[in-house]
Nanobody, 120 residues
Framework: QVQLIESGGGLVQAGGSLRLSCATS????????MGWFRQNPGKEREFVAG????????YYADSVKGRFTISRDNAKNTVYLQMNNLKPEDTAVYYC?????????????WGQGTQVTVSS
């Protein structure tokens, strides 16, 4: 069973930056595409960014394109999300998850997430 530990969230002013990390275990991380998702209370979880198993390809939700960058370190079984020029609408709990394939949905079995709060 996969274990996911997200970290790096916090409170930041609009225009600021944060770097999220997701440490994984229990799966063959090096062969999994990985994704970041976010969710606010009362709303559905939404896709933010995805990255191929090798790290050579990535794709983003339109709302974060040009501001967020997803990356991974397969030696550390960790995926990252660099978030720049943050906006109040980026406020959410952020989660990572292995993807069923590049461009496909998450496997599920979510971790605890990390809270990102952007003040205006």
């Amino acid at each position: 069973q996969v274990q996911l530990i997200e970290s790096g969230g916090g409170l930041v002013q609009a225009g600021g930056s944060l770097r999220l990390s997701c440490a994984t275990s229990g799966r063959t991380f090096k062969t999994d595409a990985m994704g970041w998702f976010r969710q606010n209370p009362g709303k559905e979880r939404e896709f933010v960014a995805g990255i191929s198993w090798s790290g050579g390809s990535a794709y983003y939700a339109d709302s974060v394109k040009g501001r967020f960058t997803i990356s991974r370190d397969n030696a550390k079984n960790t995926v990252y999300l660099q978030m720049n020029n943050l906006k109040p609408e980026d406020t959410a709990v952020y989660y990572c998850n292995p993807l069923m394939g590049y461009g496909l949905g998450p496997f599920g079995s979510w971790g605890q997430g990390t809270q990102v709060t952007v003040s205006s």
